[in-house]
């Protein structure tokens, strides 16, 4: 998609990044698929590829949520792998995120081989950006990991471990619990409201298997 809460949806299973085929696909599926990804509702279920094709295996059929999920994997559908032979990738799945919720911050891992470790980047105000190391700790890193759909946090990075970034430093003096499900409910010094440089951007090296993930709201 054009935006970072819209785009065609694509899980990660068994280690092969995948996507859902639109059969009875829904606000209801929407909504948890958008929910997974730290906002608070789905504006709308788009079908028939409407965000182009993917590739891979077509993970996820006749997927039949009730919209209270927390993920997709606690949906009803038809078992991963199994699909109508209806289903190709002209059928894949998208949805639009609602962004206000959530100040509009969506977050990525880079400058890493690894998709589970990186420099931490928060996407706020149509610009992408850092969060400075003031105050970085674990329990910050767990939020960022659960957020990514990580179970959680190993390590906590500062001093730009993953090289310096670009872009305004949005956060600083992070001050999470390390039980939420977005930064945007922890504590810290405002939104750009900081004068750390890049030699202070954090990142985090996430473990637990991703259950899911839709690709086009953290790329």
Same mark, same amino acid.
């Given at each position: 998609?054009?935006?970072?809460n819209e785009g065609k949806v694509e899980i990660y299973?068994?280690?092969?990044?995948?996507?859902i085929c639109d059969n009875s696909w829904d606000i209801?599926?929407?909504?948890?698929?958008?929910?997974?990804? $730290?906002?608070?509702?789905?504006?709308?279920?788009?079908?028939?590829?409407?965000?182009?094709?993917?590739?891979?295996?077509?993970?996820?059929? &006749?997927? %039949?949520?009730?919209?209270?999920?927390?993920?997709?994997?606690?949906?009803?559908?038809?078992?991963?792998?199994?699909?109508? /032979?209806?289903?190709?990738?002209?059928?894949?799945?998208?949805?639009?995120?609602?962004?206000?919720?959530?100040?509009?911050?969506?977050?990525? *891992?880079?400058? /890493?081989?690894?998709?589970?470790?990186?420099?931490?980047?928060?996407?706020?105000?149509?610009?992408? $950006?850092?969060?400075?190391?003031?105050?970085?700790?674990?329990?910050?890193?767990?939020?960022?990991?659960?957020?990514? $759909?990580?179970?959680?946090?190993?390590?906590?990075?500062?001093?730009?471990?993953?090289?310096?970034?670009?872009?305004?430093?949005?956060?600083? &003096?992070? %001050?999470?619990?390390?039980?939420?499900?977005?930064? /945007?409910?922890?504590?810290? /010094?405002? *939104?750009? %409201?900081?004068?750390?440089?890049?030699?202070?951007?954090?990142?985090?090296?996430?473990?637990?298997?991703?259950?899911?993930?839709?690709?086009?709201?953290?790329?």
């Amino acid at each position: 998609g054009t935006h970072p809460n819209e785009g065609k949806v694509e899980i990660y299973f068994n280690d092969v990044w995948g996507t859902i085929c639109d059969n009875s696909w829904d606000i209801y599926d929407a909504n948890a698929v958008c929910r997974t990804l $730290g906002y608070s509702h789905a504006l709308l279920a788009r079908r028939s590829s409407y965000y182009g094709e993917g590739s891979g295996p077509i993970w996820l059929d &006749n997927v %039949q949520c009730t919209g209270r999920e927390n993920s997709i994997g606690e949906c009803y559908h038809s078992g991963w792998g199994v699909y109508s /032979s209806a289903c190709n990738h002209s059928r894949d799945a998208g949805v639009v995120c609602l962004r206000k919720e959530y100040k509009d911050s969506v977050i990525k *891992l880079i400058n /890493s081989t690894y998709h589970a470790i990186g420099r931490v980047a928060v996407y706020y105000n149509n610009t992408w $950006g850092t969060i400075c190391d003031e105050g970085w700790d674990i329990k910050d890193a767990h939020v960022i990991c659960r957020m990514l $759909g990580f179970h959680h946090a190993v390590d906590a990075k500062s001093a730009a471990f993953f090289g310096e970034g670009a872009g305004p430093v949005w956060l600083s &003096n992070l %001050q999470c619990l390390g039980s939420e499900s977005n930064i /945007s409910e922890c504590s810290h /010094s405002g *939104l750009g %409201q900081q004068e750390c440089g890049h030699n202070r951007d954090v990142g985090v090296a996430c473990t637990g298997k991703v259950l899911f993930k839709c690709k086009a709201l953290v790329t």
